[in-house]
Every structure is written in C-alpha cells, then in structure tokens.
C-alpha cells in the first residue's frame, strides 16, 4: 500500500515561503532557455525581486550597476563561452555613491547600497580599464562597493582599478571597498578572487560596523609605481575581521627611500583596527609585508594575532611592523627584509609594547628583531643570514651602517586609504 503525506493548504504554502520558493531567475543575455531575458544588467537587477537571481550570460557590458536589495548576481557559462565581463560605460564612469565616512564621491562599476539582507556577486569579471578617469579631482574608481549591507563576493576578478593617467600620490584605485556608517553595517567575505593592477588599493574594509573576511584570494598591485603607495589588502578605522590564505604582493611606491616618513606600500595593512587576525597569507615583493598602525587620533591596531604567513623579499622596511601593542606574532617565514623581519615599533605614539614574538623563522634580514617598545616577549625564534639577531631600544636598522643607531625614527605615515 502506498501512504501519502498530506498538508493542509496553508500549511504547505507556509513551508514553500519558507525554503523561499518564490524566488526566481532572470537573465542578462539568451545563453540559457526559460528565465525571463534583459539587455542590460541593470534593467535584470531591477526587475528581479529580493532573495531573486540574476544570472548573467557571456559578454562585455558597459554599464554601472546599483543593487540596492538582497539578490544574487552571478556570472553563467553559455555553451562554450564563460567570463561575462563588467566594464565602463562608453565615455567613462561617473559618480554613483557617497563615502560614508568623508562624503566624498565614489565612482563604483558595481555598488551595493543598503541593499539589506545579504548580496551575493559571483563569477564575474570587473574591468576598470577605459574608465575616462584621469586625475585626482575625479570621484573614487572602485570596482565592487559594498556600503551597509552584508553578503558574499567569490570567484570575481577585479583589475585595473587606475587611472587613466595617474599623478604621483593619486590615492584613487580600489578594486573591492567594503564601508560601513550611519550606523549600519555590512559583514562581507571575500574569497577565491583575483584582484590585480589596482592603483591604491586591492581589497579593504573600513570603518566601524565593517566586518571584512578576505580568504584564499590572489591581490597583486602593479609593481614599481609613482602613482599611489599600494596595499593589497587593508582593514581600517575601526572595522575588524579576518585576513587568511591569500597571496599577495607587488606593492611598490618607487621614488621612495629609505628613512623617509612615509609613503611606503604593504602587502597587508591593519590601520586603527583592532583584534584583527591575519594568517596563511603568502606576501611577496612589498615595502611592508604585515603592518598593524595604530593612530593616536583614529584608534588602535592593538590585539592582533599574526600566525603562519610567508614573507619574502620586503624592500627598504619589515616583515612585519607592529606600530601597535599586545600583538601575538607568531610561527611567521620572513625571508629577505631590508630592515627588519619583525619591528616592535614606537613610532606610533607609546606603542610597540606588550608583543609576544615566538616560533618564527628568519632567513636574511638587517635585524631579526629590532625592538623599539618595551615588555616585550621573543622566544624560540631561529634566524639564519641575519647581521644583527636582536636589536633593543632602537626602531632602526640601516643596510647603509655596522649596527643600528640608539634612536628612534620619526613617526612612520602608513599610506591607509580613506575614502
């Protein structure tokens, strides 16, 4: 005998809302049969409702895009075809958004506005080229803005986030810009992406609200450049979250020199934000490979937790810099630091202090340890090829001399970006 489940009407009505069965998709392009089909992505976007898909067929689309509800974009294979690339509008991008911290204007190919609920962006290429942006008095070129909304960008490709033609310390250029204000928030992950030949940025969270996890992504700057001191990936004023198993690198401000103040450029930038965690990460070519700044204005990078990166060939400056307190460094490969592999810096206003330096492994460095705080605990750390293993009471350690001079340096500006 068969036995059949029965449901009330309403019943099954409630349980079919429930598992969200009125949710549907719509479709840029003709590559698949049955959904609904739009010219642009935008007019998709629009005609999709919340908890709506809208799936994107092989092509170039010029346009920028707002999504301003919970949905989902997704780039589609269609035949033998792949790849639907975003990229600017015929005669340029313009501005579409608003920083929430400065007010300042953004120009954002695909901007995710207080959208509610969760953005889901996957499988897309974003291409800043041909942008008609070409100096700083435009607004700010970001590939992928999210501001006050939560969810998830994964297997995108975000490149050449630059300008056109880029002025010495142009600070314009992010290919992915997470921000929260006004109260919101916006708790996104960033994963299995590449982003690559931004001008200022690769991927950054910023401000308090903000929750940025950046996991398994390739973040790749342009190399030596005069046009902004690059970092592949940031988490700043007062946003938090996680950086984990990305490589990245090729963060080069080239006119600078060693014992200037500033401009140098990182591979990994935590700026006033605190308790934040950064481990797994390979970093290769950079100025600064991890640095935690803290500001005495903005906050304190204090709290962080630095475990298991790989860190090669950091040019004038550290491994990693500490310019914060409380730290735990640890179980970190720093290989080739023109400096220092590990920097417990003062030079940020009573920091440097507190940090527990353990288990790493230094092979090359002007100091293995140059420790300018104070209360600070270093043990069962191995260097190899390094002239000076421990140098105390100094935050400088100089190619150019025998042994590091007893005195500080001048407060180092970390080239944070704030839009």
């Not at 889901?120 to 008095?137: A, E, F, H, W, Y």
Request: proline residues 3%.
């Amino acid at each position: 005998m068969k036995r059949f489940l029965c449901f009330p009407a309403g019943l099954l009505l409630v349980f079919c809302f429930s598992l969200y069965c009125s949710a549907k998709t719509v479709q840029v392009g003709s590559c698949k049969l049955g959904p609904p089909n739009y010219a642009t992505i935008q007019n998709a976007v629009d005609a999709a409702g919340t908890g709506d898909i809208v799936d994107v067929c092989p092509g170039t689309y010029h346009e920028q895009v707002l999504i301003t509800k919970a949905l989902t974009l997704a780039g589609v294979a269609g035949g033998t075809l792949d790849a639907p690339v975003v990229v600017a509008p015929i005669g340029g991008v313009t501005a579409n958004a608003t920083s929430l911290a400065t007010g300042n204007p953004i120009a954002a190919q695909i901007a995710v506005l207080a959208a509610g609920g969760n953005v889901t962006v996957k499988n897309l290429v974003v291409d800043g080229k041909n942008n008609g942006m070409t100096d700083c008095s435009g607004p700010e070129l970001v590939g992928i803005l999210y501001q006050n909304t939560s969810g998830t960008i994964t297997r995108v490709a975000a490149m050449n986030q630059a300008l056109v033609a880029a002025a010495n310390g142009c600070q314009n250029g992010l290919g992915i810009f997470v921000q929260s204000g006004s109260g919101g928030t916006s708790n996104v992950t960033v994963s299995y992406s590449l982003v690559e030949n931004y001008q200022k940025n690769g991927i950054t969270g910023n401000e308090v609200g903000t929750t940025l996890t950046a996991s398994n992504n390739s973040v790749l700057g342009q190399g030596p450049t005069t046009g902004a001191a690059e970092n592949s990936i940031q988490i700043g004023f007062g946003a938090t979250g996680a950086i984990k198993n990305n490589t990245v690198g090729d963060d080069i401000w080239s006119p600078d020199v060693f014992g200037d103040t500033g401009d140098a450029a990182a591979g990994i930038l935590v700026y006033a934000s605190a308790g934040v965690t950064t481990s797994g990460n390979s970093v290769n070519s950079t100025q600064y490979g991890i640095a935690y700044v803290s500001d005495a204005t903005l906050g304190a990078a204090d709290g962080g937790t630095i475990t298991l990166n790989k860190i090669s060939a950091t040019h004038l400056y550290d491994g990693i810099d500490a310019c914060s307190n409380n730290n735990t460094i640890q179980k970190n490969t720093i290989n080739g630091s023109d400096e220092a592999a590990v920097h417990l810096d003062s030079t940020c206003g009573g920091t440097g202090t507190g940090n527990t330096v353990s288990g790493n492994t230094v092979n090359v460095a002007c100091a293995g340890i140059l420790d300018g705080g104070s209360s600070n605990n270093y043990t069962n750390n191995k260097f190899y090829n390094t002239r000076i293993l421990t140098a105390t009471g100094t935050d400088v350690c100089s190619p150019a001399v025998a042994a590091p001079a007893r005195q500080s340096k001048a407060h180092r500006v970390f080239n944070a970006v704030r839009p």
